[in-house]
């Protein structure tokens, strides 16, 4: 015991007093003799060490699972909270779309049908993706009507409109409405007029009137009606449109197709769109090229081939006013046909239908082939066959008959 620690005697200690500097133990038992000073020292460094000792890998594992599980639970809490918020939107209508912002997109044409009445307008134009909403576009027309009634025919509009503006084009000034005409290509004269009196209400009678005035819209002197100058396409006339506005809008557009390819001279566009026509009859778009080179080659002057001849299915029932792949020898054989390329050299007297822009083009830019002849082997599948000689061509002739005695009724 150290002697900087003196110990007084116990008989000379009053009662209840201690040494303040001599330890106790904490149940009141005798004093704990203090340790030596160095020994102390030493004890409460090593207690200062193991206070501060960091904790072993496995208690910080053991710490980063439970902080990991910790989050994983509250990332499926969230997730199930939301779902069951969606859920509750989606029962209860509050994440239906009512109305889009407008002004739309994109163009279509709406038709109102005869008779129909304002929920079979506002359900047309929902399931066409007009109007996002039905119920709505049906308030917004009542708003609007002031007791007038939509009126039956094609309508411009857009996709995704405010139900506001939808309705304001359908009771709004007559200029809205349009009658639509979808004109396909390789249609003749007759067809393209009974597609527009039945679009436009016109009588099929004004606009075959209007055919024997070619030179009326600007075409040459040689065209003997307005076959070929009516621009095949999607049209969107006016509800007011006359028949002659009608004609001269088609006419136009063949006149730019043709100065868009360089043709300006009018006898040589007339020329084009001849060569066009039988192109887009006699051909699918994948050879209108090839056809067009073919022709090209057979209209040479120093053609021996078949001297001038184009000898054209096509251009011959034209004349005969039909439609047929079936040809008989003696209609072959008839030159007073003005149209028969067996019987008579070099083009028809005029274009023999409506030819598209692509066809256009390829008798502006014919391919350059040794070919004279072509023939159509598969009527379903479009797939022509090229030959420069009538032996060739004999051949897929042949090829062609026994197609068309495999399928019965495809060929007449």
Known sequence: MSSRYPQSPASQEPEGWHDPDAPYARDGAEPVHPEPVEQFFASQDVSRRSRVRRPSKARQRRRQRRTVILLVVLLVFAGVVFGVAMMLRDLLGLNDLKDYPGPGTGEVVFTVAEGAGPLAIADALES???????????????????????????????????????????????????????????????????????????????????????????????????????????????????????????????????EEDGIQDPAEQYRILTIASIVQAEAGEADYASVAGSIMNRLKPDNTETSGLIQSDATVTYGLDRKSYDITPEEKADTSNPYNTYANPGLPVGPIGSPSEEAIDAAVSPADVPFYYWVTVDLDSGETKFSETLAEHARYVAEYQAWCADNPGRCE
């Not at 009678?205 to 005035?213: N, P, R």
């Not at 009326?216 to 006359?242: C, I, K, M, N, W």
């Open 128 to 258: 066409e993706d007009i109007v996002a909403d039905s119920g709505e576009f049906i308030s917004a027309l009542e708003g609007v009507l002031d007791g007038r009634e939509v009126q039956p025919g094609e309508y411009e509009m857009r996709y995704q409109m405010a139900s506001d503006d939808a309705a304001a084009i359908l009771v709004g000034e007559e200029s809205a409405k349009v009658s639509y005409a979808a004109v396909a290509r390789d249609l003749r004269q007759g067809e393209v007029f009974t597609i527009l009196a039945e679009s436009t209400g016109i009588p099929v009678a004004e606009f075959q009137a209007l055919a024997k005035e070619p030179a009326r819209f600007g075409l040459p002197e040689q065209a003997r009606s307005l076959e070929g100058y009516l621009h095949p396409g999607e049209y969107r006339f006016s509800v007011d449109a006359t028949a002659p506005e009608i004609v001269q809008e088609m006419v136009d557009n063949t006149f730019a197709q043709l």
